[in-house]
Each structure stands twice: as C-alpha cells, then as structure tokens.
C-alpha cells in the first residue's frame, strides 16, 4: 500500500488502515499532532497522535453508548460535565436532553475544538447550543478547582499518555467523585478489553477504590476505528449505592432518531463476555 493514499494506525503488532482522497488537517498543536482525512471508507477521520479518534462512520455508536446509558439511569439531570471531547459528538448526544440545562466542556486543546467544528460540522453541532459552555484547559484542573457540581461526568479522553495520563489517576477519580451531585453518575471510556487488558484491568480496579467496586459497572460496545474494534465504558454511581443499570430509570425520555443506543443494547452491554469478568476477577 503506497503511503499517500492510506492512513494506518499501527498498534502493538497489530494495524488498522483506510484509504483517503484528501488530507483536510495536518497540524502540531501545544499537546499533540492533529490530522483530519477525507477517507474512502469512514467518511472524515479524526486522528490525533497517530491514533484514531472519530469517523463519520461509526462516530454516533461511541458518541451514543458514552451517553445515554447514564442519562437513562438519571431520574432528573440538570447538569452535565464533558472532560476530552473536543469533537463535540458528546456534547451532541447530551443537547438531546432538553431537561439538560448546563453542559460544560473541558478540553485541554482549543485546535482539536476548532478542527472539528471546521471539518465534522454534524458531530460538533451541539457546540453551538446555548446551554453549552466550552472551557479549554485540563479537566483533572477543572474538578479539583471549579467548585462545580454535576449529575453527569462524562470523560472523554484520549489514551493514557501525555495530557490525558492525569485522567486515569485516583486524585482525578477521587476528584470527579467529589463533583457529582447526590444520586450522580460518572463515566469513563476505559479502553480495550481484549487489546489493553491490563489498562481496562488497572483502571476498573481504581475506579472500584474510589467509588466501591459495586458502584462501578463496565460494558462493552464495537467501534470499529479503535483497536480490535471491542471498546469499554466504565459507569459509576457517585453514591455507595449499587449501581444497578439493569433497571434504568427512564427509558422513556430517551430522545428519538438515535442510530445506536436502545433499552435492549442497554441491557446487552452490560453483560460482558467471560474474558472480561475473569479480568475483573468476577469469574474464577
Ligand atoms: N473517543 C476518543 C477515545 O476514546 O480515544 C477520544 C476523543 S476526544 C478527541 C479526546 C480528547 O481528550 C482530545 O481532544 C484531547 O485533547 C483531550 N484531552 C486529553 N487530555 C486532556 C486533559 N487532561 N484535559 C482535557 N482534555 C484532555
């Protein structure tokens, strides 16, 4: 495959690779290089650091199971909290919610914001939505400093390396946890499963030290651009209470017109295959 015309992102000893027409964006900002192709296959392709982030293609099943598996099992949410998310696709998903009347988005680089609000205009539409305010700093700084409180935390992170490496830490759980109203939720994209089990293993295992191991719940959903395409969120409930996400509490406002996300992949996701438990010690 002659270089120009693919872009491939090689992991470990493994690749993932998409022909392209165009390359939109190639820029080095303050915490990483950004790059943005018009690709064959997947429609635009944000990449920062070499590393898949968003495609037109399967952009709304990540941006969807980030989201609105906490909203279904908050009764009233007011306030929500964004951290990483520059692409704005789950700003998106939470402007859905009119009951919503705060959403505050924290990303560290203000050219992965304008990016994509230049070249992936669907996805970053809900930027623009008055209830949305868009802070460009550290989210580890923005919980440990704002005062603010929040029935949703949704964190949005690139991998742990670099800017994002303080997002897979305790003093930031620890933090987060500090930020949620009563009865809120927080929730983290925790890796691959299958192609980072060590990392999906650690990170559950500090979100359980800081929230109690039965206040955080795992699932499972593909998305095919990232790495062996099987991807994990991490729900916790901010509360000792169990989180029970079998039992949401309002499916009923559920927005209409999702692409993905439906009461029965709700359930679906949660229950995570036997390799996973065993990673979490759940199974012998
Ligand atoms: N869905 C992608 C994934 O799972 O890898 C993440 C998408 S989003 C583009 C990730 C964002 O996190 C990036 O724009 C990056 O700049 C931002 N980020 C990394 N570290 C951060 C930090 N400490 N505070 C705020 N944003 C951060």
Known sequence: MSEQEWFT??????????RYSKKLVDLQS???????FESVSMGRVLVLNGCFMVTDKDAFIYHEMLVHPA???LASPGRALVIGGGDGGAVTELTKYPELTTIILCEIDGKVIDSCREFFPDISRGLDDPRVKVVVGDGAAFVRESGEHFDLIVVDSTDPVGPAEVLF???????VKQSLRPG??????TESPLFMEDVFHSVTLNLG?????????????????????????????????PCDP???ASFGRLPVALRYYTPDIHRAAFALPAFAQRSLGQLP
């Open 209 to 241: 030290a800081v929230f109690g191991h039965r206040s955080v719940r795992p699932y499972l959903a593909t998305i095919p651009c990232y790495p062996g395409g099987l991807w994990s969120f991490t729900l916790c409930s901010g509360d000792s209470y």
């Open 30 to 36: 303050d915490f990483q290089r950004i790059e943005i």
């Open 71 to 73: 909203m279904a099992l």
């Open 246 to 248: 079998a039992n949401p």
């Open 9 to 18: 992102e090689i992991f470990g000893n493994s690749a993932f690779s998409v």
């Open 184 to 189: 809120g939720l927080a929730v983290f994209q």
């Open 169 to 175: 830490q305790e003093p930031f759980y620890e933090a």
